[in-house]
């Protein structure tokens, strides 16, 4: 396993075909800004960030026949930030994104990563280490070993199976 840059890391996701992305945490502090102006109830702001995504997906990733598949672990209730993310990720679901949505509870016997991942292509995988407080990226892992990409891709497919297709979960903490 190495450490790699953020704008390495970057360009290998924009370079893959299919990504299949492992998410295990309940806030993201890369997201803060974001999350404030949802907070306060700054929508245009959370509207226009989407948008962006909307924008990205539909180009780099549709139109290119690439796809981009996304399995979201959470607690329930749900935390603030992912009853945001629930609210608002139809956006890029509709935009092509693969998303579903795994209660916590389901993988308590599961093994899993113990960092979000992308694997890429079948062939890699970036690790997204984060810091214990803010949620903040510290460090970038990239490992092309067989046997990490297989252990994260078998992780991947059990947790997809799992999980609950986007515009079919619903949790009690999501206003109506």
Same mark, same amino acid.
């Given at each position: 396993? =190495?450490s @790699?840059?953020?704008e390495?890391?970057?360009? /290998?996701?924009?370079?893959a075909?299919d990504?299949?992305?492992?998410? #295990?945490?309940?806030?993201?502090?890369?997201?803060a800004?974001?999350?404030?102006?949802w907070?306060?109830?700054?929508? +245009?702001?959370?509207?226009?960030?989407?948008?962006?995504?909307?924008?990205?997906?539909?180009?780099?990733? &549709?139109?290119? $026949?690439r !796809?981009? !598949? %996304?399995? %979201?672990v959470?607690?329930?209730?749900?935390?603030d930030?992912? %009853?945001?993310?629930v609210?608002h990720? $139809?956006?890029?679901?509709?935009?092509? =994104?693969?998303?579903?949505?795994?209660? %916590?509870?389901?993988? !308590?016997?599961?093994? /899993?990563?113990?960092? *979000?991942?992308?694997?890429? +292509?079948?062939?890699?995988? &970036?690790?997204?280490?984060?810091?214990?407080?803010?949620g =903040? #990226?510290v =460090? &970038?892992?990239?490992s092309?070993?067989?046997?990490?990409?297989?252990?994260?891709? *078998?992780?991947?497919?059990?947790s997809?199976?799992?999980? &609950?297709?986007?515009?079919?979960?619903?949790?009690?903490? @999501?206003?109506?």
């Amino acid at each position: 396993m =190495e450490s @790699i840059s953020t704008e390495r890391w970057s360009n /290998l996701i924009d370079k893959a075909r299919d990504v299949l992305k492992i998410e #295990l945490r309940d806030y993201y502090g890369t997201d803060a800004a974001l999350f404030d102006n949802w907070r306060s109830g700054n929508l +245009d702001a959370v509207t226009a960030h989407y948008r962006r995504w909307f924008e990205y997906f539909t180009t780099a990733y &549709v139109e290119a $026949g690439r !796809s981009f !598949s %996304r399995v %979201r672990v959470v607690s329930e209730p749900l935390s603030d930030y992912q %009853r945001m993310a629930v609210i608002h990720s $139809g956006v890029t679901v509709d935009a092509g =994104e693969r998303l579903r949505w795994l209660p %916590r509870r389901l993988v !308590s016997a599961e093994a /899993l990563p113990g960092n *979000d991942c992308l694997i890429l +292509d079948g062939s890699a995988v &970036v690790f997204n280490v984060l810091d214990a407080d803010a949620g =903040e #990226l510290v =460090e &970038v892992q990239y490992s092309t070993e067989p046997d990490v990409v297989k252990f994260c891709e *078998d992780a991947f497919d059990r947790s997809w199976n799992l999980a &609950v297709p986007h515009h079919e979960y619903s949790a009690k903490t @999501i206003p109506a």
